[in-house]
């Protein structure tokens, strides 16, 4: 986090992954060019796979753990 910039925030887990992606690409569908930074809580509840899978989307920066 840097004072002054801004971005978007967003809480996912496994669960919530197909809701999680759609948002994103409403997001990139209305123009949006804030970077989006994921949050989630221990790979258990947001596996590997789905992290380098939102990675791959568009104006995802970066992918932070709440647990460590």
Same mark, same amino acid.
């Given at each position: ?21 759609? %948002? ?5 569908? &209305? ?7 994921? $949050?989630?809580?221990? =790979? !258990?509840?947001? %596996? ?5 899978? &939102? ?7 970066? $992918?932070?753990?709440? =647990? !460590?």
């Amino acid at each position: 986090y840097q004072q002054g910039t801004r971005g978007i925030v967003m809480c996912l887990n496994d669960r919530y992954l197909k809701i999680g992606i759609s %948002s994103i690409m409403a997001l990139q569908a &209305l123009g949006n060019q804030l970077p989006i930074e994921i $949050m989630f809580y221990q =790979s !258990s509840e947001l %596996s590997s796979k789905n992290q380098k899978l &939102l990675l791959s989307l568009p104006f995802v920066v970066r $992918m932070v753990d709440m =647990s !460590s």
